[in-house]
């Protein structure tokens, strides 16, 4: 009998999947779960040696922003000596280019939904300040349900590669020539976004007529079509797709509809349903969940936190606390998993001082307060954000007889909307009884440098 392959006794390996010029992607199994997972190896000797390290940081930096239910989520990366692992969702539907090798072109409706999804996802990257830089129906895969799965980012765009000019443009020329804009292609700077929305025009087209609207076997005369936006709309197209198209394949970028245009748009507008990942709990979940923290027994122990009577805060293990305040070998910090993102601050103020302090914090603030424990408590933002309403949990902890530990988590919500809570809100107003900061979320660790990826 073959002796099954596991990688860190944690996943197992099995089928390839598919390889391209740098990494080989398998079909994947988490142990514990039985979750199908797809597993993207990359050689590091290959990758140095190609220079291609940057690239691999830079998809790490953009795939811990981007969690949305049109995107392909990247789970958790490890790493050897040798190779990198990217652990991804498993999208088992393939490729929308290969639906349309099949059929052909999608009718309206289907093309549509989809078009509405691929908006989305784009949106959301938009909002965090990625631009993707390759749309084309081989970059998008379709789940079980058939729904729309943006994927391969390893071309995306960051913020800061748009401030290494003083003119706030992208400057590298990539992507597919066909799916590019004209502004891409002339080599001057461009806005990521607008070049996004081009090729986003020529993906509903080729759904709509099975076919590219720029073609042409001599790619300069092809280029030439792109720059005058040279393209025939099928007679089967209805006026409003033919309208929208137009507005999508503006040669003129400072002409080009905008998502938020796009998302007016009647036909667009059509049974159309805001994405919405990772929402909050309701209300009566959270009591519920209250509840059941009261019952936890008076002693159990759990990583490193020893649980107390619920008349004392919890005490802190020195060791838990050093550990936290020292970085080892473990790529996961360098991304959001699975919404958690979390932040601790010592203090020489008596745990209900704290608590008090926090309590006051989060009126002044309109959030709305769950007292689960003596010693912690939620904290709901009043409005809704990209994933819902954040949620944080805060829990005080003692460490010595005059030295507390906070630790505020994530427990839903967005990341950076998370990250701006701590930054502008949470240090400011606790700045009287913070001692010392131990450190920032994982949500804002960034992939800016190689040396973790290159050991």
């Known amino acids: 009998m073959e002796e099954k392959q596991l990688l860190f006794e944690k996943y197992e390996i099995g089928k390839l999947l598919g390889k391209g010029t740098f990494a080989k992607v398998y079909y994947g199994k988490e142990l514990s779960t039985g979750e199908s997972v797809a597993i993207k190896v990359i050689k590091k000797d290959q990758v140095q040696k190609e ?30 000596k040798s190779k990198i692992f990217f652990i991804m969702e498993y999208v088992k539907g393939g490729e929308l280019f290969a639906k349309l090798v099949s059929k052909g072109r999608l009718n309206e409706e289907s093309a549509r939904k989809y078009f509405q999804q691929l908006i989305s996802a784009v949106d959301f990257c938009h909002s965090r300040g990625v631009y993707h830089r390759d749309l084309k129906p081989e970059n998008l895969l379709l789940d079980e349900n058939e729904d729309l799965k943006v994927s391969d980012f390893g071309l995306s765009a960051l913020p800061d590669e748009q401030l290494s000019r003083n003119d706030g443009l992208l400057h590298t020329q990539c992507g597919t020539p066909a799916y590019v804009a004209p502004e891409v292609l002339r080599r001057k700077g461009y806005d990521g976004a607008k070049a996004d929305i081009w090729s986003c025009g020529v993906i509903l087209y080729v759904l709509l007529a099975g076919f590219l609207p720029f073609q042409d076997e001599n790619l300069m005369n092809m280029y030439k079509k792109i ?13 409003d797709s033919r309208r929208l198209i137009s507005k999508l394949l503006m040669a003129d970028p400072e002409r080009r509809i905008t998502i938020q245009g796009i998302m007016r748009v009647p036909w667009f507008r059509k049974s159309f349903t805001i994405a919405r990942a990772f929402s909050i709990k309701d209300l009566q979940n959270l009591e519920k969940e209250q509840e059941n923290d009261d019952e936890e027994g008076m002693s159990s122990k759990q990583g490193g936190i020893i649980r107390k009577s619920p008349s004392s805060p919890a005490f802190f293990n020195a060791f838990e606390l050093i550990s936290s305040m020292s970085s080892g070998f473990d790529l996961s910090s360098l991304f959001e998993i699975k919404g958690k993102a979390s932040s601790m601050f010592t203090s020489r103020s008596s745990a209900r001082d704290v608590m008090r302090k926090l309590e006051k914090m989060a009126k002044v603030m309109r959030y709305k ?39 505020f988590l994530k427990s839903s919500g967005d990341t950076l909307e998370y990250n701006k809570f701590c930054e502008e809100e949470v240090r400011p107003a606790l700045k009287d009884i913070v001692w010392t900061w131990q450190g920032t979320s994982s949500g804002n660790a960034e992939v800016d440098s190689k040396e973790d990826l290159e050991q």
């Not at 720059?227 to 006026?239: G, I, N, Q, R, T």
């Not at 709901?380 to 819902?388: D, H, N, S, V």
Request: aromatic share 8%; with cysteine; charged share 30%.
């Open 51 to 80: 220079g291609m390290m940057e690239q691999i940081t830079r998809e790490i930096s953009v795939m811990r922003r981007v969690r949305h239910p049109n995107i392909v989520e990247i789970k958790e990366v490890m790493a050897t």
């Open 227 to 239: 720059f005058k936006a040279d393209y025939e709309l099928p007679m089967w197209f209805s006026v």
């Open 369 to 407: 307060v769950y007292r689960s424990k003596p010693f912690k408590l939620k904290m709901q933002c009043p409005e809704e954000g990209r994933k819902g309403r954040l949620l944080v949990t805060a829990e005080v902890f003692k460490v010595a007889p005059e030295v507390t530990v906070v630790e």
